[in-house]
């Protein structure tokens, strides 16, 4: 499947998004849950991810990445900012024989992102969110990335969807191009799928959340997913503090080139 022309779709949601500013976003009830993805809240993240990595013939792999990340709400709460930075840590053995080919510790992908929702309709329970996503070369071309990319994205949230109360599905999809690379590193040219089911429980003191994922990289001719799973709850009254909560979120890689077997993400969260 190929995608030659990174041109219309990045105008179109460049164009959305300066369109945005005549639009003031619906006030919210705050949800210290962090799960909503369009409730501007501040939020500070720490999390750690353990993967399997998946290794043509019998090599072995793993990777661990450590992210930390922030939230605010901007221009009246009619926008959100969101940056990411990551600490990566990859082991690859691709015989299997006990010496990493791979071994390699450093800085990973800085991202930063501007998300604005131009349309939200409580009684219709339906809503609609763009955003630009700026991918910075941070760290070297294993641990990191070499190139300068732009992911515009477009998402919409349906609430309570089927009648399912306490509930929302939101799918969403973004391009990724780069804009500018390293000398000898390949453009990036991606699509991103993705699509989450969140339901939360007991007054929004425990949630779970289905999220398949599926990237398809025209440059590399490669498509690949991931089924995530997370399972979260509200920690403020066992420490007596305000927005504080903790989640696990298994995963699973598919797809004909799958990058990983298997993962384990834990996370904390404070939302204020």
């Known amino acids: 499947m190929k995608f030659e022309s990174v041109k219309s779709p990045a105008c179109l949601l460049l164009a959305a998004l ?3 500013g005549a639009y003031a976003q619906e006030d919210q009830k705050a949800d210290k849950t962090g799960t909503n993805p369009i409730n501007f809240t501040h939020d500070f993240r720490v999390y750690h991810e353990a993967s399997k990595l998946e290794i043509d013939g019998d090599g072995d792999g793993d990777q661990n990445v450590t992210t930390i990340e922030f939230r605010a709400p901007i221009v009246d709460g009619k926008w959100q900012f969101r940056t990411r930075l990551r600490f990566n840590s990859l082991e690859v053995d691709n015989n299997n024989d006990g010496i990493n080919e791979v071994d390699a510790t450093g800085v990973g992908v800085v991202d930063m992102r501007l998300l604005t929702v131009p349309y939200l309709n409580m009684k219709e329970r339906k809503a609609l969110a763009v955003g630009i996503e700026l991918f910075l070369p941070t760290g070297d071309e294993i641990t990191g990335s070499q190139t300068l990319s732009l992911g515009p994205q477009v998402f919409g949230v349906v609430f ?5 109360s306490n509930s929302l599905v939101a799918p969403a999809v973004q391009y ?3 804009i500018d690379e390293e ?3 390949d453009d990036v040219k991606q699509f991103l799928f993705d699509v989450f089911f969140l339901k939360t429980f ?3 003191q425990y949630w779970m959340m289905i999220n398949p994922q599926y990237v398809i990289d025209d440059k590399k001719d490669l498509g690949f997913g991931f089924l995530d799973a997370e399972f979260g709850m509200m920690l403020d009254k066992y420490f007596g503090t305000k927005g504080h909560s903790a989640y696990l979120r298994p995963s699973v890689g598919y797809g004909g080139d799958a990058v990983t077997e298997s993962a384990i993400e834990v996370g904390y969260k404070v939302v204020w």
């Open 176 to 178: 990724k191009f780069s």
């Open 160 to 164: 309570a969807p089927f009648g399912i």
């Open 18 to 20: 300066v369109s945005t």
């Open 202 to 204: 007991a007054g929004k």
């Open 183 to 185: 000398a000898g590193v």
